[in-house]
C-alpha cells in the first residue's frame, strides 16, 4: 500500500495511538495546535531537537499572545 504524502503523512500517522495529529490539533488554537504537531511528530521526521525547537517557539508565542490579553484587560 502506497502513502499519500498530501492527505495522510506517514509522520503524522505512525504515532501508537493510532491517532492521527490532526484529529487532535483541530481543536486548538493554531499555536496550540503547531506545538502538539511538532512534539507529536519529532520521532517519526528524524529531526527531533528541531522539531521540539519549533514546538518551544510557537509555545512561547501561544503565551506572549495570552499575556498580553490579560495585561491589556488589567489597564
Known amino acids: ?3 499519500d504524502n498530501v492527505n495522510h503523512p506517514k509522520h503524522y500517522t505512525t504515532h501508537p495511538s493510532g491517532v492521527e495529529c490532526i484529529q487532535v490539533t483541530e481543536h486548538m ?7 502538539i504537531k511538532y512534539i507529536w511528530r ?7 531537537i ?3 525547537k ?9 503565551i506572549e ?3 498580553a490579553a490579560t495585561n491589556k484587560g488589567k489597564e
Open 1 to 3: 500500500m502506497s502513502h
Open 29 to 35: 488554537s493554531f499555536c496550540l495546535g503547531n506545538v
Open 42 to 48: 519529532a520521532d517519526e521526521k528524524g529531526a527531533s
Open 50 to 52: 528541531e522539531d521540539l
Open 54 to 62: 519549533k514546538a518551544r517557539w510557537y509555545l512561547d508565542r501561544e
Open 65 to 67: 499572545k495570552r499575556e
